[in-house]
């Protein structure tokens, strides 16, 4: 039995297992005859537990493991006791927030205006898939933020400098 857990958020259905085996020795998933699986490259799915399959190079010996991944149940640089632990579990839960990788949210770093547009449009139902034309002079119409930033605009929730500038790579302060 092996119990691997993963950061928060890791997304269990893609995983590529890394692992070493002797040289000759074959690993399979589900069965001694199944999927061979090479370490790396093959993905698997371990949202439920896996059972993978060691047969030695003499294929005299196959010994069954049972794999259970298990992400972590929060950020961890987010913890119970914080002062605005609710409020970001609440806004990824929500899909409004996420973390930055790696089990990460990262509550003291900075935020572009560009990303608090983006998460400000997700809190009010809008997807930042699609396409836009921006209404500022240094957004361009490819940019990631755009349709967010265009969604403001047209509610004339967010607007521009005297320049027509949203300044977007600026900084906002957690106010």
Known sequence: TINVTVPYGTDLKGLIPTFTASSG???RLNSA???PLTSGKTAVNFSHPVKLYVTSEDTKLTIEYTVTVTAAAQFSDVN???WFYDNVMR???LGIAS???NGIFDPYGKITRRDFAIMLAQAMG???DGEAVSPFIDVSNDDYGVVSIAFL???E??????????NPDANITRQ
């Open 25 to 27: 020795a074959t690993v």
């Open 33 to 35: 005859t199944g999927t």
């Open 80 to 82: 119970p006791g914080d």
């Open 91 to 93: 806004a990824v839960e």
């Open 99 to 101: 973390g930055k990788g």
């Open 126 to 128: 809008q997807s930042n």
């Open 153 to 155: 605009y047209e509610k």
């Open 157 to 166: 929730i967010t607007v521009g400098d005297s320049d027509g500038k949203f």
